[in-house]
């Protein structure tokens, strides 16, 4: 195979959750590394849920869905071998998806803080999109390690939303990390909830702010998936399946579980984060 799955000649066992062939309709260029894929299909999805994607003969891997509503879309980075054949994908060509799995955001008012870094914008991008209808003010913290890292930032202030942007190199917004700010901006403002994407330890720091100042607090965990639906149990934190009971948590759910502490390889060995 060269840079286009071959949908024809493949004669695959047929899963239990069969994908459907979704045809690209469009593709942004969001940063050098990270693109949007739209379909011209379309999901009933909520925000924070997630699909798994299919290129035959290549392999299967999740995606946060990045578009919601009108329109689905996916927003990945080109990380490794299988985002690296999607991304040489071109509008009319096909891949499969299944889905949407897993459990999602939960769309409230008041004010809400929005902290995600590196790509966790594509998971959180939709939530903003909705809260700019519910909440009274939406306050989002986008951490990337450079400026040229950065991507959905006017789509969060289209939505309404205050942005606060840092990046580890201080080439644009704050120089220091994304949570670096939040008891400065706690002094300020009174949030009724927080929301979070990102790097595991980002998000770590995030509950532990959350849960020090008795604020409602969700997050988005990402983890190493084989299956979608539960059954492998490669994405596990402690005794919680990720894909299932997941990815979107409550934090008083991963207290006293191995979140923000270890992740899993590929093979389910632990490493330390």
């Not at 644009?172 to 909830?193: I, M, Q, V, Y």
Request: aromatic fraction near 10%; hydrophobic fraction near 40%; proline fraction near 4%.
């Amino acid at each position: 195979m060269d840079s286009k799955p071959d949908f024809d000649n493949q004669r695959l066992m047929e899963p239990v959750h069969k994908p459907d062939f979704f045809t690209i309709e469009e593709i942004v260029e969001e940063t050098a590394e990270v693109r949007t894929f739209f379909f011209k299909e379309n999901l009933d999805a909520r925000p924070g849920q997630f699909v798994m994607v299919w290129l035959p003969g290549v392999n299967e891997k999740p995606f946060s869905l990045s578009y919601v509503g009108k329109h689905t879309g996916i927003t990945i980075a080109k990380v490794g071998d299988f985002t690296e054949k999607m991304f040489k994908l071109r509008v009319g060509d096909k891949v499969g998806v299944r889905g949407p799995y897993g459990t999602h955001y939960t769309v409230d008012g008041g004010n809400v803080l929005v902290v995600c870094g590196g790509f966790g914008a594509a998971s959180v991008a939709p939530l903003v999109d909705e809260l700019s209808g519910v909440a009274e003010k939406i306050y989002v913290v986008v951490g990337a390690k450079t400026r040229d890292k950065l991507f959905f930032v006017e789509r969060f202030k289209a939505a309404g939303a205050e942005v606060c942007v840092t990046t580890d190199d201080g080439s644009a917004g704050l120089h220091c990390l994304a949570t670096d700010n939040l008891p400065e901006l706690h002094k300020t403002e009174e949030f009724d909830r927080i929301y979070s994407c990102g790097p595991e330890a980002m998000m770590k720091k995030t509950m532990d702010f959350a849960l020090a100042e008795k604020i409602h607090c969700q997050l988005s965990l990402e983890r190493y998936m084989k299956c979608g639906i539960g059954l492998c149990g490669a994405c596990c934190v402690g005794e919680l399946r990720v894909c299932k009971d997941g990815p979107v948590f409550n934090a008083e759910k991963l207290l006293d579980t191995e979140f923000g502490v270890l992740s899993r390889e590929a093979s389910g060995k632990p490493r330390k984060i």
